[in-house]
């Protein structure tokens, strides 16, 4: 069974830090191109970075330079490591991974991240 699991969320003041995680289990990690999306409430979900199999790099424009995606394929996993944190960046993130070779995609359950002031 394929799963991806996030871990991280919760509530930061403006212009703090957090990281969220993200576990896979049932697939070959190496394989995939893991990310991260978000959805604040009343809007659509939206890319926020992508790190494919061969470690390039997708960033939304609203987090280029506060947020870092990486992966480590020996723990299947994906991080959002996120600095200075806005109000605008509350939303549920959620870890998604896309397998290269077939397009599929799976999803995790989410994560929310709530900023305030």
């Known amino acids: 069974q394929v799963q991806f699991v996030e871990s991280g969320g919760g509530l930061v003041q403006v212009g703090g830090s957090l990281r969220l995680s993200c576990t896979a289990s049932?697939?070959?990690?190496?394989?995939?191109?893991p990310g991260w999306y978000r959805q604040a409430p009343g809007k659509e979900r939206e890319l926020v970075a992508t790190?494919?199999?061969?470690?390039?790099?997708n960033y939304a424009e609203s987090v280029k330079g506060r947020f870092t995606i990486s992966r480590d394929n020996a723990e299947n996993a994906v991080y959002l490591q996120m600095n200075n944190l806005k109000p605008e960046d509350t939303a549920v993130y959620y870890c998604?991974?896309?397998?290269?070779?077939?397009?599929?995609?799976?999803w995790g359950q989410g994560t929310q991240v709530t900023v305030f002031s």
């Open positions: 049932g697939v070959v990690f190496k394989l995939y191109t």
């Open positions: 790190i494919d199999p061969w470690n390039r790099l």
């Open positions: 998604y991974g896309r397998l290269t070779t077939t397009d599929r995609t799976y």
